[in-house]
């Protein structure tokens, strides 16, 4: 476990908790029966990181090790950044900022996901064999959409965790995957210690703080995505204890 706390807006559906098992069970399964698992598997996503200390993406706010319950931090005003990050056993991918020629935050279409899949992603994997690697992404509508999966489907034949994917992704389930359950909270802890004034210094803190994250914990980062898998089989399902709603 890692002391970063995940604020969701919306609780868990009743079907959510089937679907979430299914899930964790197949992850037992695979580890059990791949050599090294967790050495194959990629787990992504994207978050805002907001000049005035807000983190977040639809429907859940990341917080660091502050403890939400008692700080209540008010955005000042909307400038961010969108980055992209995947994590690995051995390194974090990107980061890659969704932005347009200037520097300013762009919104995640479908068309823009496939760029950076194309562009960034598969040939960042290109020298691990993607016929190895276990893709996994949320199911945010960029990443769902038709012309989306056709290229992931492509790029990571019969291993791609997702939903519409060879392994389903289960819905509202920030616990189970690492950028959510440790590199957001990681990098927010981090990222606005020396209060950056502008989006190129948060940018360039954000870049800095991934290139110190040593093998040694995103090994232990990947194992712990086992290692949650079987606690949330453990619960019946139910979201682990990092997880806390808005009140």
């Given at each position: 476990?890692?002391?970063?706390?995940?604020q969701?807006?919306?609780?868990?559906?009743?079907?959510?908790?089937?679907?979430r098992?299914?899930?964790?069970?197949r992850?037992?399964?695979l580890?059990l029966e791949?050599?090294d698992?967790?050495?194959?598997?990629?787990?992504?996503?994207?978050?805002?990181?907001?000049l005035?200390?807000?983190?977040?993406?639809q429907?859940?706010?990341f917080?660091?090790?502050?403890?939400?319950?008692?700080i209540?931090?008010?955005?000042?005003?909307?400038?961010k950044?969108?980055?992209?990050?995947?994590?690995?056993?051995?390194?974090?991918?990107?980061?890659?900022?969704?932005?347009?020629?200037?520097?300013?935050?762009i919104t995640?279409?479908?068309?823009?996901?496939?760029t950076?899949?194309?562009?960034?992603?598969?040939?960042?994997?290109?020298?691990?064999g993607?016929?190895?690697?276990?893709?996994?992404q949320d199911?945010?509508?960029?990443?769902?959409?038709?012309?989306?999966?056709?290229?992931?489907?492509?790029?990571?034949p019969s291993?791609?965790?997702?939903?519409?994917?060879?392994l389903?992704?289960p819905?509202?389930?920030?616990?189970?995957?690492?950028?959510?359950f440790?590199?957001?909270?990681f990098?927010k802890?981090?990222?606005?210690?020396?209060?950056?004034?502008?989006?190129?210094?948060?940018?360039?803190?954000?870049?800095?703080e991934?290139?110190?994250?040593?093998?040694e914990?995103?090994?232990q980062v990947?194992?712990?995505?086992i290692n949650?898998a079987?606690?949330?089989?453990?619960?019946?399902?139910?979201?682990?204890?990092?997880?806390?709603f808005k009140s």
């Amino acid at each position: 476990m890692f002391p970063y706390k995940t604020q969701m807006t919306h609780q868990l559906l009743p079907a959510d908790h089937r679907a979430r098992l299914d899930y964790c069970q197949r992850v037992i399964n695979l580890n059990l029966e791949e050599d090294d698992f967790p050495s194959k598997l990629v787990m992504s996503d994207e978050a805002h990181f907001h000049l005035s200390g807000h983190v977040n993406k639809q429907n859940t706010r990341f917080w660091g090790t502050d403890n939400p319950r008692i700080i209540q931090e008010t955005p000042l005003h909307p400038l961010k950044v969108t980055v992209w990050c995947g994590i690995c056993v051995d390194r974090v991918i990107g980061p890659y900022f969704f932005e347009d020629a200037g520097g300013n935050a762009i919104t995640v279409t479908g068309e823009r996901y496939r760029t950076m899949l194309r562009e960034f992603l598969i040939p960042s994997l290109d020298e691990l064999g993607l016929e190895h690697i276990w893709f996994q992404q949320d199911g945010a509508t960029a990443h769902t959409a038709r012309d989306t999966m056709d290229l992931v489907r492509d790029a990571f034949p019969s291993r791609v965790i997702s939903r519409f994917g060879d392994l389903p992704w289960p819905a509202r389930s920030p616990d189970l995957t690492s950028p959510d359950f440790f590199l957001w909270g990681f990098l927010k802890s981090r990222v606005y210690v020396n209060k950056p004034q502008t989006l190129a210094a948060l940018k360039e803190n954000i870049r800095q703080e991934i290139t110190n994250i040593s093998q040694e914990v995103l090994r232990q980062v990947m194992q712990n995505v086992i290692n949650r898998a079987q606690m949330c089989i453990n619960s019946g399902g139910h979201h682990l204890k990092d997880i806390i709603f808005k009140s």
